[in-house]
C-alpha cells in the first residue's frame, strides 16, 4: 500500500464508519452533485406547495360562493304573498337561481378558477320558515402541475351550503 490510498481488500477489513469515510475522501465532487440536487427537491416542493394553496383558495372562494347563494336565496320572497301576510320563499320563478348566476359571474375572473356553478333548492321548513340548499362546483387550474406529464391541470372543487330564513320578533 502507497500511502492513504486504500485497496478493496483493505476496506473489507475496516468498520462501516471508517469505510464510509475512506469512500466518501476518495469522492472529491460530492457538494457538486448534492448541491443542484438539494436545490431541484427544494423547487419541487415549492412548486408542490403553490399548487396545493391555489386548491384551497379555490375550495375557499367556492365555498363563500355557496354561502352568498344560499343567503340570497332565502331572502328573495314572493313580493305578493309578503303584502298579504304570507312570507314564501320564491322558488317557482326562478329567482334564487338566477341569482346564483349572477353572483357566479360576478366573481373576480382569473385564470385559477374556471367554470363556477351553482344548483339552489328552495323549500320550508316545518315552521315554515323558508329552506334554500346550495351546491357550488367550479374547476380550479394548478399553476405547475400542467408541466409534470400526465399530471392534472384542473380538479373539481365542490361546496354545499344550507341557509334557513328566520323571522325576528
Known amino acids: 500500500m502507497c500511502g492513504d490510498r486504500r485497496g478493496p481488500a483493505d ?12 469512500w466518501l475522501s476518495r469522492e472529491h465532487g460530492n457538494a457538486m452533485i448534492l448541491m443542484p440536487v438539494a436545490i431541484l427537491v427544494l423547487v419541487l416542493l415549492a412548486a408542490i406547495t403553490v399548487d396545493a394553496a391555489v386548491l ?22 314572493d313580493e305578493e304573498g309578503f303584502y298579504a301576510g304570507d312570507l314564501a320563499l320564491e322558488g317557482s320563478g326562478g329567482r334564487p337561481g338566477q341569482r346564483a348566476d349572477v353572483l357566479a359571474s360576478q366573481l373576480p375572473q382569473d385564470d ?18 323558508p329552506l334554500a340548499e346550495v351546491r357550488c362546483t367550479a374547476h380550479v387550474r394548478f399553476v ?16 354545499q351550503e344550507t341557509a334557513v330564513g328566520l323571522q325576528g320578533g
Do not use: K, Y
Not at 476496506?11 to 475512506?22: E, I, K, N, T, W
Not at 385559477?112 to 320558515?129: I, K, M, Q
Open 11 to 22: 476496506l473489507v477489513r475496516l468498520s462501516a464508519g471508517a469505510r464510509l469515510r475512506a
Open 112 to 129: 385559477a378558477l374556471r367554470s363556477p356553478s351553482c344548483e339552489v333548492d328552495t323549500s320550508h321548513r316545518d315552521d315554515g320558515s
Open 56 to 77: 384551497f383558495l379555490g375550495q375557499r372562494r367556492v365555498a363563500d360562493l355557496a354561502a352568498s347563494v344560499a343567503q340570497d336565496a332565502v331572502a328573495f320572497v
Open 144 to 159: 405547475f402541475a400542467p408541466a409534470v406529464p400526465g399530471a392534472a391541470r384542473l380538479s373539481e372543487v365542490r361546496a
